[in-house]
C-alpha cells in the first residue's frame, strides 16, 4: 500500500497541463468518491495497528501534494486568462489617420495652376539673399527710406546677407539668367522682422509674378489679374485698382477684389468697403529693367506680388494668420484639396 502511495505521488508530480478539462479529469482520478487516493483512505481501516501511525502519515502527506498541485494548477489556468481577457479579436482596428494637404499649399497650387493656363511658368529662388537681389536691383536706392516698408532680418552686415523680404528678388534673378519673352511666376517663403499677431508674421508666403515682352501694357496687367480673381473667387468678382507707390514698378497699384462674403454691399470683413485689397502691382520699373540686363527702350512688363495666407484667409474665412503655422491637426484637416 505505501508502494502504491509513492506511485501516485510520481504521478501527481509529473503530470502538467494548462487545459482546464485535463486538470479536472486529474482532480476526478485522484480525489473524486472512487478516486484513487478516497479509495486508500476507504483502506485505512484494513491496516495493521503499528502500520497505521506511517501509513496515515503519508496519506494525509499525498492528501496534501494533490491538492497543492491542483490549486497551482488552476491557478496558472486563471492568471492565462488574465492576461486574454478583453482582448476582442474581432473588433475592427484603429483607423489609420490620412494626413492632408495645408490649405497654404492648396492656395499656392491653386494660385500656380490658374496662371499655368495663361502660360506662366514657375521658377523660385534662395531664401538667403543678398541685398542686391532683395534691394538694390530692384531700386531700392541705398539708405533711402523705402528700404524700411520691409523690416529685415539681417544674417550679416556689410557685406548685406538677409532672409529675403519679398519673392520679387526671383524676378531680378529670372531677368538676370534669361532674356525677354519672360512670362513666370515665382511661389515661396518670405521673412520678415515683425511682432507676430493675428494679421502678421515673420513667416509667410507670397507668390510674384513677372510678365515682360515688347508691346506689354498696363492693360494686360488689368486684365490678367481680373481673370485670376474670377478663377480665384468667383466669375462675378471684380477688381478695383489704387494707385500705390513701390520702388520697382511705375506706374504701382494696389488691388481689391469686391468682397466675395456680401458681393460688394458691404459687411464686417470689408470694413463696409465691399473691397478686399489682395496684392500689389506695377510695370516693371526701367530701371530694373537695366540693373537686370534687359533693354528698357525695347521691353516693358508688369509684375505683381501677393501674400498666400491672405488670399487662402479670404478663401476659407480664417481670421488668424497664426492658426496657419501652429499644426494643429484639429485646425488643419479641415480643408481637403482638389491641388
Ligand atoms: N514685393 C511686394 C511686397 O512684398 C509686393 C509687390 C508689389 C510685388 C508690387 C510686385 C509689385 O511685383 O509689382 O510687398
Request: proline content about 4%; hydrophobic content about 40%.
Amino acid at each position: 500500500m505505501l508502494n502504491k502511495i509513492d506511485e501516485i505521488i510520481h504521478e501527481i508530480e509529473s503530470f502538467n497541463s494548462t487545459i482546464a478539462e485535463e486538470i479536472d479529469q486529474f482532480r476526478i482520478k485522484l480525489m473524486s468518491k472512487k478516486g484513487a487516493i478516497t479509495q486508500l483512505f476507504g483502506e485505512f481501516k484494513s491496516v495493521p495497528v503499528e502500520q497505521k501511525k506511517e501509513f496515515g502519515q503519508r496519506l494525509n502527506e499525498l492528501k496534501n501534494k494533490a491538492a497543492d498541485k491542483l490549486a497551482q494548477l488552476s491557478e496558472s489556468i486563471a492568471s492565462k486568462d488574465k492576461e486574454y481577457s478583453g482582448l476582442d479579436l474581432s473588433l475592427p482596428g484603429d483607423p489609420i489617420q490620412l494626413g492632408s494637404r495645408h490649405p497654404v499649399s492648396i492656395i499656392k497650387n491653386e494660385i500656380v495652376d490658374i496662371f499655368a493656363r495663361l502660360g506662366f511658368s514657375i521658377a523660385e529662388g534662395p531664401e538667403i539673399e543678398d541685398d542686391w537681389h532683395n534691394f538694390t536691383a530692384l531700386n531700392f536706392p541705398e539708405e533711402h527710406p523705402a528700404r524700411d516698408m520691409q523690416d529685415t532680418f539681417f544674417i550679416e552686415k556689410k557685406p548685406d546677407v538677409l532672409l529675403r523680404t519679398h519673392t520679387s528678388s526671383v524676378q531680378v534673378r529670372e531677368m538676370k539668367n534669361s532674356q525677354p519673352p519672360i512670362r513666370k511666376i515665382f511661389p515661396g517663403r518670405v521673412f520678415r522682422n515683425e511682432a507676430i499677431s493675428a494679421r502678421a508674421h515673420c513667416i509667410f508666403h507670397q507668390v510674384e509674378g513677372l510678365y515682360i515682352d515688347e508691346n506689354v501694357s498696363f492693360a494686360d496687367l488689368k486684365q490678367t489679374l481680373l481673370y485670376f480673381a474670377q478663377e480665384m473667387f468667383d466669375a462675378e468678382t471684380q477688381i478695383r485698382l489704387r494707385p500705390s507707390f513701390f520702388p520697382f514698378t511705375e506706374p504701382s497699384a494696389e488691388v481689391d477684389v469686391s468682397c466675395m462674403l456680401c458681393g460688394g454691399k458691404g459687411c464686417n470683413v470689408c470694413k463696409y468697403t465691399g473691397w478686399l485689397e489682395i496684392l500689389g502691382c506695377g510695370m516693371v520699373d526701367p530701371n530694373v529693367l537695366e540693373n537686370c540686363g534687359i533693354d528698357s527702350e525695347k521691353y516693358t512688363g508688369f509684375a505683381f506680388g501677393m501674400g498666400i495666407e491672405r488670399i487662402a484667409m479670404l478663401k476659407y474665412g480664417v481670421k488668424d494668420l497664426r492658426l496657419y503655422f501652429e499644426n494643429d491637426v484639429r485646425f488643419l484637416k479641415q480643408f481637403s484639396a482638389a491641388y
